[in-house]
Nanobody, 128 residues
Framework: QVQRVESGGGSMQPGGTLRLSCDVS????????LSWFRQAPGKEREGVAI????????YSVDSVNGRFTISRDITANTVYLKMNSLKPEDTAIYYC?????????????????????WGQGTQVTVSS
């Protein structure tokens, strides 16, 4: 079982920085694929970034690439999403998610259906 608790959301002006944290506690943490998703009002949940089991690779989608960075601290059982140069279109509820199963490709791993452990979400609002 993997327990997840997100924190770090809030309101920020465009161009600002926020760092989201997700406390991932559970057995065999290094075997877990961890991702961040977001869901804006009226839109489907979309994958933002993923870090593989063992931190062998990271990937972020084009809309946040170069601005958002996913990382994990195994000793602290925590995965982070550092969000720089925030834009109004980044406004959404952000969720961390975990799975032990690899779906065959990075793009498949960004499909919410691949994940069976979800956090409660944290709101990020970017507005002037």
């Amino acid at each position: 079982q993997v327990q997840r608790v997100e924190s770090g959301g809030g309101s920020m002006q465009p161009g600002g920085t926020l760092r989201l944290s997700c406390d991932v506690s559970g057995a065999a943490n290094t075997r877990v694929y961890l991702s961040w998703f977001r869901q804006a009002p009226g839109k489907e949940r979309e994958g933002v970034a993923i870090i593989s089991a063992g931190s062998l690779y990271v990937y972020s989608v084009d809309s946040v690439n170069g601005r958002f960075t996913i990382s994990r601290d195994i000793t602290a059982n925590t995965v982070y999403l550092k969000m720089n140069s925030l834009k109004p279109e980044d406004t959404a509820i952000y969720y961390c998610a975990a799975t032990f199963r690899y779906a065959g490709s990075v793009l498949r791993m960004l499909d919410p259906i691949r994940y069976n452990f979800w956090g409660q979400g944290t709101q990020v609002t970017v507005s002037s």
